[in-house]
C-alpha cells in the first residue's frame, strides 16, 4: 500500500510539473502574440528609440533583411535600415495578415508571419511588397528580446 502511495505522489507531481510546463509555454506564446505587433508597429515610426528596446544589442548576433545579405550585429543592422529604409522615405505602414504562428521551447521563442508593407518616398512615389517575416526571441531579465530577425520577399511571379 505504502509503495501505491507512493507511485500517486510521483504521478501526481509529475502531472503537475508537466501541466505548470503548458501553462508557462502558453503564457510565453501570449505574451509574444501581443509583443510582436508592437514590434512591427515601432519600425512604422522610423525612431530607433521606439525600435531597439525590442532587439538584442549583443555583437554576434546576425539579422537577414531584404538587403543586403546579412547583417552580422545589431549595430549593422540599425545603419543599414538608416540608410536604406528611413533616410529615402517617409512612411511604411506594415500589416501583419492573419498567419502569426508563435511557439516557445523554454527560454527561446519564434514568431513567423507575413505581411503586407505601403512605402512612400520623400519624392511621394508609394510601393506595395508583401513579404514574410520571422523572429527569434530569448527571453532575458527584461522580457523576451529579438536575437535573430529574417525579413525576405518571394521571388516576383511567386
Avoid at 508592437?38 to 532587439?55: G, L, N
Wanted: neutral net charge.
Amino acid at each position: 500500500m505504502k509503495k501505491l502511495l507512493v507511485a500517486f505522489c510521483l504521478a501526481g507531481a509529475g502531472i503537475a510539473g508537466f501541466l505548470a510546463t503548458q501553462l508557462r509555454g502558453q503564457q510565453s506564446e501570449q505574451e509574444l502574440r501581443a509583443l510582436v505587433p508592437k514590434i512591427v508597429a515601432s519600425w512604422e515610426t522610423f525612431d530607433f528609440a521606439k525600435i531597439e528596446p525590442y532587439y538584442a544589442p549583443d555583437e554576434d548576433l546576425t539579422y537577414f533583411d531584404l538587403a543586403p545579405l546579412k547583417y552580422d550585429n545589431w549595430a549593422e543592422y540599425r545603419a543599414g535600415a538608416q540608410k536604406g529604409l528611413f533616410e529615402p522615405n517617409s512612411s511604411l505602414k506594415a500589416k501583419m495578415n492573419d498567419d502569426l504562428r508563435v511557439h516557445s521551447s523554454g527560454k527561446f521563442a519564434w514568431a513567423t508571419f507575413t505581411f503586407g508593407a505601403d512605402i512612400t518616398s520623400k519624392q511621394g512615389a508609394t510601393t506595395h511588397l508583401d513579404a514574410r517575416w520571422t523572429m527569434v526571441f530569448e527571453k532575458r531579465a527584461k522580457g523576451w528580446i529579438v536575437v535573430h530577425e529574417h525579413v525576405s520577399a518571394p521571388l516576383a511571379g511567386s
